[in-house]
């Protein structure tokens, strides 16, 4: 059966749009974050083929938060392999993404690679193998093919806000687990959480977890192997959602990757990496509306890992 993609994501922005900003809360703990009006709705999806569909909002950038944490993870596993495990847990936290908890009984390892901690341990990976924000933004761009910057404003906003990241980050630092500058850690850390994108452009630049490793633009070799990118699927699907991976896997059952400023990213192995966003946030910090609409989305196509 072909699915008329087009039409399916056109009545899901027609059925969310309305509720826009109606339920849940924009992320308050960033101020610049704070700023975003929460009446948003949008979504895109890319297939294997190139195929791309979108509708509402979906060309409207916005800061990609911890979806930066999934490019991250990649870069980190192309330049070191499996060695990336020494210092990182693959589980997930049952725990607050930012909590300082566990990582005082895990003496300073974090449990995953997408909660802060695990995303501040990569980036301090990624400094210590000369890997630089501007080659961040390089490969973003690559990988969507259009220009991509970060949101100065956003970046200086978490820097000055940002007590609780600098907390688990000396935390680190003090088990002996991160080998560079705090400052500079987390310097690189604010800006890959404040880079700007669309649904488009993010359903695009993930376009290489369903086609196995490939880059999403085709004649561009690949970005990671086969097996790093079913890897990744499986760290998504696990741990992406904060809180709620359990019932994201009950009631959507794809990998995804969700951030505070409102987006999350949806893999469909083999077929489509999916993009939705809207900025007001439930309880566990997954945006109200794109959970909705990725429910509706894979009720609606059948399309589902289980
Ligand atoms: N920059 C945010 C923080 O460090 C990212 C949180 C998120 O999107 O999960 O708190």
């Given at each position: 059966?072909?699915?008329?993609?087009?039409?399916?994501?056109?009545?899901?922005?027609?059925?969310?749009?309305?509720?826009?900003?109606?339920?849940?809360?924009?992320?308050s703990y960033i101020p610049a974050l704070a700023r975003v009006p929460a009446a948003h709705f949008g979504l895109a999806l890319r297939t294997r083929e190139g195929l791309e569909a979108s509708a509402g909002d979906a060309n409207v950038p916005f800061s990609i938060q911890s979806i930066s944490k999934l490019f991250t993870l990649t870069l980190a596993m192309?330049?070191?392999?499996?060695?990336?495990?020494e210092r990182i847990g693959r589980e997930p936290s049952g725990n607050p993404f930012n909590s300082l908890v566990q990582l005082e009984y895990e003496q300073g390892k974090p449990r995953n690679p997408f909660i802060n901690a695990g995303a501040i341990a990569i980036a301090d990976r990624l400094l210590g193998h000369g890997e630089t924000k501007a080659e961040l933004l390089q490969l973003m761009s690559d990988l969507c093919d259009e220009p991509i910057e970060f949101d100065a404003e956003v970046a200086?906003?978490?820097?000055?806000?940002?007590?609780?990241?600098?907390a688990l980050a000396n935390f680190m630092k003090s088990f002996g687990k991160l080998d560079n500058d705090v400052d500079d850690v987390l310097d690189f850390y604010f800006h890959q959480c404040a880079i700007r994108m669309s649904c488009l452009q993010l359903a695009r630049a993930a376009g290489f977890l369903c086609r196995d490793g490939a880059h999403p633009q085709d004649g561009r070799g690949e970005v990671?192997?086969?097996?790093?990118?079913r890897r990744i699927n499986a760290l998504m699907l696990t741990c992406g959602t904060y809180d709620a991976a359990g019932d994201v896997a009950f009631s959507i059952g794809l990998p995804c990757k969700s951030g505070v400023g409102g987006g999350i990213v949806a893999v469909v192995p083999d077929q489509l990496t999916l993009c939705v966003w809207s900025p007001a946030l439930d309880a566990s910090g997954n945006s109200y509306l794109g959970m909705l609409a990725l429910e509706r989305f894979a009720a609606s196509t059948g399309l589902s890992i289980f």
């Open positions: 059966m072909t699915i008329d993609f087009q039409a399916v994501l056109e009545r899901i922005a027609a059925e969310m749009t309305p509720l826009a900003g109606r339920s849940g809360t924009v992320a192309r330049r070191m392999g499996d060695d990336l495990w200086a906003s978490e820097a000055s806000t940002g007590y609780r990241n600098f990671t192997s086969e097996r790093h990118a």
